[in-house]
């Protein structure tokens, strides 16, 4: 079958001709569908050789939708033929975490050597998948999986991080969301369907905040020098009550911590390498703001994404890439010329 496989350190991925994989006892055999393109895999694909831990040659994908087309001995709980979206961050399933539906945060996936497919495990960038547990699938029905795949991740980490925060947000709050790409896009309309604040999005260019704005934001500011001013002639002196920063280097973090107000969540999800510790402490940070850094989200909270998909609450912005030309996705990422989600579709 063909697969896109990260095969050497600091080079593109390639399309690579590999043998089908067989599920195993426990196991399921998905024929991938569609599967989403995010830009933590540029981040791992830029690591040196002594920080990347997740083994080559690497299938990349960890967002993915599909058809069930085998069971392994054992694997009960879903039927061949069914639609799903596979929930990505695998845990043991058996700790504390995990029996809350946390495994993004299982403490013992790292020891017992699980990780998530297309960050460890073999990926959805391919003509099939094999899921570790039916657990780790959510059947979604007749919605379209091109549309419905990047809520695994570009929904599911946004998802997280606001829902964390929304008894903070209440008519007349404000909701930043810092980089307006593949989650940013949806926490936009995450924000305006659950929340009452008002959204102000930042990016890079026009064309990103015109974007931006088509998607829900009330309002759009570029991302440059002036932006804490800009925002804070939105917020007034109250400031924002949740700030997202789905960029994470050091000017946005520094933005983010210049436009928090009083008790305001500071959330940084994206993987750039900026630091808030500097700008907290007492006088420096407004009063009793939270900084925190989330990863991913929990079983549950991605069956809750599917259940708002079914109601009709996301449009959702792909751009569609055959498998074949799937390294080119890869390209439109790193140049940051995507409108929303790149998906290839086999
Ligand atoms: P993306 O490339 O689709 O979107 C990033 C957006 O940020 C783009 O629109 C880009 O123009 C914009 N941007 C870049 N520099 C900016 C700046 N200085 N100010 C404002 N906007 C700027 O990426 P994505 O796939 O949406 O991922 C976003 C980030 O989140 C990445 O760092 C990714 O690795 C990370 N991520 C984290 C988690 C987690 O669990 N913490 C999960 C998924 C992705
Ligand atoms: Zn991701
Ligand atoms: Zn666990």
């Known amino acids: 079958m063909k697969a896109i ?73 879903i039927d061949v033929g069914t639609n799903v979206v596979v929930y990505g961050p695998w845990g043991c399933g058996n700790c504390w975490q995990c029996a809350q539906g946390m495994e993004n945060y299982c403490p013992r996936a790292a020891e017992l050597g699980i990780r998530p497919p297309g960050l460890g495990a073999p990926g959805a960038l391919a003509e099939y998948m094999v899921v570790d547990s039916p657990r780790h699938l959510v059947p979604i029905g007749d919605l379209d999986p091109v549309a419905t795949v990047p809520l695994t991740d570009a929904g599911l980490t946004p998802y997280h991080a606001i829902k964390r925060s929304l008894g903070k947000l209440r008519g007349g709050s404000t909701a930043v969301v810092i980089g307006s790409g593949g989650l940013g896009h949806v926490a936009i309309e995450l924000l305006r369907h659950l929340s009452p604040a008002r959204v102000v999005a930042l990016d890079v260019n026009e064309e990103k905040l015109e974007f931006a704005r088509s998607v829900g934001a009330h309002e759009a500011v570029l991302s440059d020098p002036s932006a804490v001013e800009k925002v804070r002639a939105i917020t007034g002196p109250a400031g924002a009550e949740l700030v997202l920063d789905f960029v994470g280097y050091q000017a946005t973090i520094d933005i983010a911590m210049g436009v928090a107000g009083t008790a305001s969540d500071v959330t940084i999800v994206g993987l750039g390498d900026g630091r808030a510790h500097a700008k907290v402490g007492f ?60 998906v290839v579709v086999p």
């Open 283 to 342: 006088g420096q940070s407004p009063y009793e703001a939270s900084v925190t850094s989330p990863y991913w989200g929990s079983r549950s909270e991605l069956i809750e994404l599917i259940d708002l998909a079914h109601q009709g609450v996301f449009d959702i912005a792909v751009e569609k890439f055959s498998l074949e030309n799937g390294v080119e996705a890869y390209r439109r990422l790193s140049a940051g010329t995507l409108r929303g989600r790149a």
């Open 5 to 77: 496989q990260y095969t050497t350190i600091g080079a593109e991925p390639e399309l690579r001709e590999i043998e089908k994989p067989s599920p195993g006892p426990g196991q399921v055999l998905l024929k991938i569908t569609a599967a989403g393109v995010c830009h933590s895999d540029d981040f791992i694909m830029g690591l040196p050789a002594e920080q990347y831990p997740y083994g080559l040659p690497l299938t990349l994908g960890h967002e993915g939708a599909g058809t069930v087309v085998e069971l392994g001995d054992g694997a009960v709980g």
